[in-house]
């Protein structure tokens, strides 16, 4: 499996940014998508994640402000980021939970990081 981040760049407080990630891949069945994010100097931290049922999960610092989305067709998972933050500025990262069809087996795959970065 392999994932294609896009859509970040540089804002203002207070501005808004969608992130895209789309996965692809054979023979793999995606379960869950989802983001991370690293500032400077901070260890890597969930931002939201949502599963293929739809049910979704958010870090407390961006619940209200972020919205995550996906399209199970198109296996691609969105990040709409609202009333960004100088705090929001890290590298974020899209991460996928997939089974292998054939055996089953669980695997963590993360794509390249995107730069969001939120100016005062």
């Known amino acids: 499996v392999q994932l294609q981040a896009s859509g970040g760049g540089s804002v203002q407080t207070g501005g808004s940014l969608r992130l895209s990630c789309a996965a692809s891949?054979?023979?793999?069945?995606?379960?869950?998508m989802g983001w991370y994010r690293q500032a400077p100097g901070k260890a890597r931290e969930l931002v939201a994640h949502?599963?293929?049922?739809?049910?979704?999960n958010y870090a407390d610092s961006v619940k209200g402000r972020f919205t995550i989305s996906r399209d199970n067709a198109k296996n691609t998972v969105y990040l709409q980021m609202n009333t960004l933050k100088p705090e929001d500025t890290a590298i974020y990262y899209c991460?996928?939970?997939?089974?292998?069809?054939?055996?089953?087996?669980?695997?963590?795959?993360w794509g390249q990081g995107t730069l969001v970065t939120v100016s005062s």
């Open positions: 991460h996928a939970v997939a089974t292998a069809i054939a055996t089953v087996e669980i695997y963590d795959y």
């Open positions: 891949g054979r023979d793999f069945s995606i379960k869950l």
């Open positions: 949502i599963t293929n049922g739809m049910s979704t």
